[in-house]
Each structure stands twice: as structure tokens, then as C-alpha cells.
């Protein structure tokens, strides 16, 4: 029920303009989100790198609706990626379609991919192609074996809780494909998706050992989740198919589980964090309270605060 309104508030443009402009909500919103501009990211970036962490970077500015925003968003990934290499980061970009025209016009966002493949390339990184709501997966991964074809830099994302996982990342681990497995984090009718978490987490459990178990054939594994549990699965998984620690790591996102970060990486696991910036946070923030209702009370406290 909470859950449902939290999700129903995520798309409500009266509830962003309320927000955004609470300085409380603002102040709440950093401890998910590095700050509005590129440098808030490179900041934070920096910082993760020299605590032995890995960073992903997502700038924030899902369903664009214009070409003129899609250009922005490519001029902001490309300036991402420039930055990766003047200043030594280590860091990838996570990307969504969405932002580079997907819901418009398919070409424009086709184009816009391979640009920022080409500016990644360039800079020596790697784009990870995030996955939003399950009407866009199959578009989402149809672009991105598209413009695997030219460009090796480029991921995919696989979410735990859709009933078509299993197919996909069998198809996946057969290409090589480098996946992202997630337990995914929109709302999904049940002819779609798990209905209960046990489905979604014992589907999470399969998913990375069913992948790991063929990478003898190529491919690399990223285990996104603050689950302890799932991390301990994967961990055991890893260990029984002898795969090599280059191969896998484990990704959080940011001001989420530090101290599962920190144990993972103290384990001699690679760990990367993502990172999200940009004025267009409010989204990315009602997703993270959704997940997990017991920030609602954090939430509520500082929306509340003055100063
Ligand atoms: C690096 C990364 C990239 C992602 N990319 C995508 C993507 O492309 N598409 C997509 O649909 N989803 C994505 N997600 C989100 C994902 O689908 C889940 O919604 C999210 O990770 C919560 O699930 P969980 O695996 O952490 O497990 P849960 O069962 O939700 O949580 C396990 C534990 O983690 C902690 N925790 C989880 N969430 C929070 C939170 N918000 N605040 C505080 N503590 C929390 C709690 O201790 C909780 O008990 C990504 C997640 C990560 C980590």
C-alpha cells in the first residue's frame, strides 16, 4: 500500500515541483544522490576511488521528451566521459534510454547511443545501459546488441523480479554480454513479474549462478544488490564455477549498505558504486524510499527541518 503511493508520488510532476523546492527534501536527497552538477560527481567520484572503489556515474534526466534535451544529455555524457580521462577517474557511465529519446523516436536514441559508446570508447570507459520498466525491455535490449556489434564497451541490465529473465540471460551469457543483474526497481503487473520477494530473490539466486556457470564462454558478471543474502549466494556461486575475481564484481548505489561496500572490498572484491547527479533527482529518490519504506522516516524528519 505504501509502496503504491510512494510509487504513484514518483510520477507526480505537483509532487517533484513540491519537492524540489523543499530545501529539507533537497538536503534528504544527498545522502542518495552526489549533488545537481558534474563536478558534485567528479567530487564524489574522487573520493570513492581513493577508498579503493569503483564508481558507475548516472546522470539524472529520465523520459526526456524533446530532441533538444536528448542533444543536452549527450553533451552531458560526453563531457562525463572526457572527464573520466583528463582527470585519471575510475569510472563507467550508466545510461537510460529514456534519456536519449527512446520513447519518441527510436532512431534518435539509436544515434545518441553510439555517440556515447564513441565518446566512451574514446576515454577508455564502459557504458552499462540501465533498464527501466518492463516496456521498454525488449526495445532496450534490442539496441543494446545493436551497438554491441560496434562497440564492445557497452552492458546490459538484467532484472531479477521479470518472469522473461531466465530466457535473457541465457541468450546473454551465450553472447558474452557483459549483464548487470538487479532485482529490478519499478512496479510490474503480476502476468510480468514475481509478485512476492521470495520469487524475485530466489529468481536473483539462479539468475547470477545460471550466468557464472557459462562463463567459461566470456562475459562479465556485476551482482548490483545490498542483500547480504545475495551476495553470499553469488560469492558461493562464484567460488564453485572457479571464476576468476577480473570477472565479476559487486556494484551499490551510493550512500546505500557502506559497511557491505567496505566488507566486499577488504574481501579483495571489486566494488563499484553509482553515482547519481543532476537537477532531475526527485524520481531517483522516490524509487530508493519505495524500495526501502523505513527511509520514509528520514524523510519526513528532515522535509520537516528548516535551515
Ligand atoms: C548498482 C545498482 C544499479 C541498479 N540498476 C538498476 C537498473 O538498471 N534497473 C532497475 O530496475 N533497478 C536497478 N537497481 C535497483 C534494484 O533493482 C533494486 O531496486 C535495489 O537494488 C534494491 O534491491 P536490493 O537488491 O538491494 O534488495 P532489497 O531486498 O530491496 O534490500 C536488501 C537490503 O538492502 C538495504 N536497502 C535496499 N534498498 C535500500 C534503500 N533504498 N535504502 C536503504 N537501504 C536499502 C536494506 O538493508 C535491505 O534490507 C540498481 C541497483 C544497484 C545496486
Do not use: C
Not at 176 to 191: F, T
Not at 222 to 238: G, I, Q
Request: proline share 3%; charged share 25%; no cysteine.
Amino acid at each position: 500500500m505504501l509502496r503504491r503511493l510512494i510509487f504513484a508520488l514518483s510520477r507526480s510532476r505537483t509532487g517533484a515541483r513540491i519537492a524540489m523546492h523543499a530545501p529539507g527534501v533537497r538536503r534528504f536527497s544527498r545522502r542518495f544522490v552526489a549533488g545537481t552538477s558534474r563536478a558534485d560527481a567528479i567530487e564524489a567520484v574522487r573520493r570513492l576511488n581513493a577508498a579503493g572503489f569503483e564508481a558507475t556515474v548516472s546522470f539524472l534526466g529520465e523520459a526526456v521528451t524533446s530532441p533538444a534535451e536528448v542533444d543536452g544529455a549527450v553533451a552531458e555524457f560526453s563531457a562525463f566521459a572526457a572527464a573520466v580521462k583528463a582527470e585519471g577517474l575510475r569510472s563507467h557511465l550508466s545510461i537510460k534510454l529514456t534519456e536519449l529519446g527512446l520513447d519518441f523516436d527510436r532512431d534518435l536514441a539509436r544515434r545518441s547511443l553510439n555517440v556515447v559508446l564513441a565518446r566512451a570508447e574514446e576515454a577508455g570507459t564502459f557504458v552499462r545501459i540501465d533498464m527501466e520498466d518492463s516496456h521498454h525491455t525488449q526495445a532496450t535490449l534490442d539496441l543494446f546488441r545493436e551497438a554491441r556489434a560496434t562497440h564492445r564497451n557497452a552492458g546490459a541490465v538484467i532484472q531479477s523480479s521479470l518472469r522473461r529473465s531466465d530466457a535473457d540471460v541465457e541468450a546473454l551469457a551465450a553472447e558474452g554480454a557483459p549483464v548487470r543483474l538487479v532485482k529490478g526497481a519499478y512496479r510490474e503487473p503480476p502476468d510480468v513479474a514475481y509478485a512476492s520477494k521470495i520469487d524475485v530473490d530466489a529468481a536473483f539466486v539462479r539468475l547470477a549462478d545460471a550466468y557464472l556457470a557459462r562463463m567459461a564462454e566470456g562475459g562479465w558478471l556485476a551482482v548490483a544488490t545490498h542483500d547480504a543474502r545475495m551476495v553470499r549466494a553469488a560469492v558461493r556461486s562464484v567460488e564453485a564455477h572457479g571464476v576468476p575475481r577480473d570477472r565479476v564484481e559487486f556494484q551499490m548505489l551510493y550512500g546505500i549498505r557502506g559497511d557491505l561496500q567496505r566488507q566486499l572490498r577488504d574481501a579483495g572484491y571489486r566494488v563499484r558504486v553509482y553515482v547519481p547527479y543532476g537537477s532531475h533527482w526527485y524520481p531517483y529518490l522516490m524509487r530508493r524510499l519505495a524500495e526501502h519504506p523505513a527511509n520514509l522516516w528520514f524523510f519526513v524528519r528532515n522535509a520537516f527541518r528548516r535551515g
